[in-house]
């Protein structure tokens, strides 16, 4: 035999019609306690609605929505396409073609030495040696002024310690203010490391 919640519900869609809890008891041959108790589970999952008119409690049918299957889920949004974050330009070759024709040789990047014997590949370097230069690109490279000034220092440093050079130089391309208060704070420790500042085909010296 069913469920009495699920003998309470048919009959009351079969009938059609609202019903105490005596007249289910009598309708189903169930005692009214258990009738009460059923009607109680059933309306706290919202197959039934019992209310007070008249001081009597009648169950009464389901909204036919209830009876009705559920309208399907809508379909999903589609998700918007990902914006891809803006690729850092090709500015390393950029800068060598304004630079190589600004001093009359051509800049490749190539391995140049360190002291101790080490070497490390830099975007900016002649033919001979004798012109040393890498690019830096300050965006990403941390959040704060800090962050970036440290950036800078360590671009320095390096590019100050090739060894057999006589043109040591760095090249910027983005965060012009940042680069002018590093320039303004901490001239004194370029030591002839030139820098330079390139905004499309305008190159302009900093130190």
Sequence with gaps: MPPLGDRIVE??????ASLDDGELADALGVRRPDIVEACHQLEAQGLVVRNMAGGVRPVLEPAARSAAPAPPAPA???????????KRPAFPDHARRVLS??????????????PGGNTQ????????????????????????DEAKSAVISE??????HVTNAV????????DWD???RWVTRYRGLLDGVELWFLDGDRLERLA
């Design 178 to 180: 940042t680069v002018n």
């Design 121 to 144: 590949p830099f975007e900016l370097v002649s033919g001979n040696g004798r012109i040393v230069g890498d690019v830096v690109w300050v965006a990403g490279r941390g959040r704060t």
């Design 76 to 86: 999903p949004r589609p998700s918007p396409p990902p914006v891809e974050a803006p």
């Design 101 to 114: 024709a600004r001093w009359g040789t051509t800049l490749h990047r190539r391995l140049a030495a360190l």
């Design 167 to 174: 043109r040591r130089f760095l090249v910027f391309g983005d």
């Design 11 to 16: 009959h009351l869609r079969t009938h059609g």
């Design 155 to 160: 671009a320095v440093l390096v590019v100050g």
